[in-house]
């Protein structure tokens, strides 16, 4: 079983719809990554978590240490949300401080 | 401010060359991350280097692959002798700091090796 676990793999969305992109957890980390990337592009730091909630724009993403899990929400989605969505943790403490472990990725597609 | 570059963005090596790709971090940031994407997979670890130290290359494979972060100059990953299970997506990021204290990784472009 992958430490971070993502779902779904694939979300079709029409424009417009709210949008729900969920991330498990296995390991304790200090910090909770959500990335977006475009086909061929590169990757874009959307939020850094450790506790809480964080807003930008029309994105929201939430943690809840306790249960291991984490939620990136996109109100209002739009086709240039079309994107894969990455949850990445970064272990609590040691000499693994730093480095990032991935999800699989969430495939979105938001159509017209 | 400029963000964390790569170059190049893409390179073309046949099987037994060596790749070198280039990693200037964001200005400020004395911390590089390596992480390797391939093909239908997810992103993976590679090393984790400050100002001429490697701290962390649980991530390297263990022969052919190398990294660098001199005090001058970018950070570089050397692939010598390429397969063409080495074509993949190759993202460095950077941050201010790290340790107990988690601290923003800002990612460059990535450098999409193809071996033929």
């Known amino acids: 079983k992958n430490e971070v676990e993502q779902s779904p793999q694939n979300l079709t969305a029409q424009e417009g719809e709210f949008i729900t992109i969920n991330c498990s957890y296995s390991v304790g980390i200090s910090a909770l990554h959500w990335l977006q990337q475009h086909p061929g592009g590169g990757i874009v730091s959307l939020f850094m978590l450790s506790s809480g909630k964080k807003k930008h724009g029309r994105l929201i993403a939430t943690i809840n240490i306790q249960e291991k899990h984490s939620s990136l929400h996109i109100t209002a989605s739009h086709p240039r949300d079309s994107a894969v969505y990455i949850c990445a943790v970064r272990r609590g403490g040691g000499t693994s401080y730093g480095k990032l472990t991935f999800g699989q990725g969430t495939i979105l597609t938001v159509h017209p | 401010n400029a963000g964390v570059m790569q170059n190049p963005r893409h390179l073309v090596r046949r099987r037994g060359q060596e790749a070198r790709l280039r990693c200037s971090p964001m200005k400020g940031h004395s911390h590089v991350y390596w992480y390797r994407q391939l093909p239908e997979e997810g992103l993976k670890f590679m090393v984790y280097?400050?100002?001429?130290?490697?701290?962390?290359e649980s991530g390297m494979p263990k022969e052919r692959f190398s990294a660098e972060f001199p005090k001058e100059g970018p950070s570089i990953l050397r692939i010598q002798q390429v397969v063409r299970g080495d074509s993949a997506a190759y993202f460095c990021?950077?941050?201010?700091?790290?340790?107990?204290?988690?601290?923003?990784?800002?990612f460059g472009p990535g450098t999409r090796l193809t071996v033929t």
């Open positions: 280097l400050q100002k001429e130290n490697i701290i962390d």
């Open positions: 990021a950077s941050s201010l700091m790290s340790g107990i204290n988690s601290y923003e990784q800002y």
